[in-house]
């Protein structure tokens, strides 16, 4: 299996420009997480979808970021306008259904705004 | 509510010394619990978890962690360590029948030659 795959690794952009974070889970899963992690604040939950369906978004930092999952193998974190504090490295991770199960980390979308 | 405290944020050894890292958790209900290791630009990887069972978890790389219940912990042991070993830890907690994996705030192994 390929994992989690995440685009882009990496990405640089001015101030006040739009950011779209992209990410396909392990095929089967139907638990997708996105995660932010900083040195301040370590990692932190943005958005839980359960079966497409955004079940918990009280992460999410402001109405800046948006988050959508329109199918099984597809998901996107958005910030617009993006801010310099949005600098950060943000994760998506997938898990079988049910409690206990291990959820699996893509490698990252590194994050920075200048 | 759960929260997972890792005591030490950095913790160095020497390679072949016996490698600690500790985490205790509160969980109002029976945790699950795991250790993720994160290698630098790298996403974060399982190195075990304890669901049921057996208390004693034998992991990758030879790592093992017991669950205590009556001390609330998870500690992550190694009995010798590698200069591969060195990276970043969290010990995390999802309390049985919740989505919500709640990550401790990490510990840096460092290990010297």
Known sequence: ?114 | AQSVTQLGSHVSVSEGALVLLRCNYSSSVPPYLFWYVQYPNQGLQLLLKYTTGATLVKGINGFEAEFKKSETSFHLTKPSAHMSDAAEYFCAVTPSGTYKYIFGTGTRLKVLA
């Open chain 1, 1 to 114: 299996d390929a994992g989690v795959i995440q685009s882009p690794r990496h990405e640089v952009t001015e101030m006040g420009q739009e950011v779209t974070l992209r990410c396909k889970p392990i095929s089967g899963h139907n638990s997708l997480f996105w995660y932010r992690q900083t040195m301040m604040r370590g990692l932190e939950l943005l958005i839980y979808f359960n079966n497409n369906v955004p079940i918990d978004d009280s992460g999410m930092p402001e109405d800046r970021f948006s988050a959508k999952m329109p199918n099984a193998s597809f998901s996107t974190l958005k910030i617009q306008p993006s801010e310099p504090r949005d600098s950060a490295v943000y994760f998506c991770a997938s898990s079988e259904q049910g409690s206990g199960n291990t959820i699996y980390f893509g490698e990252g979308s590194w994050l920075t705004v200048v």
